[in-house]
């Protein structure tokens, strides 16, 4: 059993670090130096709290348990250690998929600032993908949001 502790643990924005002593009396091996995409193609299953790791291992086909109740436990994809009695419903793999990134999210045009379909901000990220420069997209997205929410753009 591998343990993978948090990245945001590990830099100390989060807190809920387990020390390494502790940690493997439960587990053989903590890991630290690889990506979880790395990691993620190694193992079989995933146990998690809320990660999203847990969602990405679902996608990878990979059996996932949650101790916590992150948005894609309680559909009958994963096993549950806590109940959610208004997730009583079982989804495919393709309606979770087709909720968290089509139905569920807004989606707004870094150029323009307006809200946009999935479609286009899509053909918006295959039109600049080799112009993209500077920090990862994920950064550049919470920032366009933070600066939007402060009024300014």
């Known amino acids: 059993m591998i343990y993978k ?9 989060r807190r809920g670090g387990v020390p390494e002593e502790e ?8 890991a630290t130096d690889i ?19 847990g ?19 309680g559909w009958g994809l994963t096993e549950d250690r806590l109940q959610c009695p208004r997730r009583g419903r079982k989804l495919s793999l393709e309606q979770l998929v087709a909720a968290t990134l089509i139905l569920y999210p807004t989606y707004v045009d870094p150029k323009s600032g307006q809200i946009c379909s999935v479609e286009d901000f899509l053909s918006w990220l295959q039109q600049n993908k080799t112009d993209i420069q500077g920090p990862p997209l994920k950064t550049r997205v919470i920032r366009f949001f933070q ?7």
């Open 5 to 13: 502790p948090h990245p945001d643990v590990l830099v100390g924005n």
């Open 23 to 30: 940690a493997l009396q439960w587990c053989d091996r903590i």
């Open 35 to 53: 990506s979880m995409d790395r990691l993620l193609g190694a193992v079989d299953e995933v146990h998690t709290m809320t990660s999203l790791t």
């Open 55 to 73: 969602f990405e291992a679902l996608l990878r086909g990979k059996q996932v348990a949650c101790y916590g109740l992150p948005f894609y436990a």
């Open 147 to 153: 600066n939007l929410r402060q009024g300014r753009t």
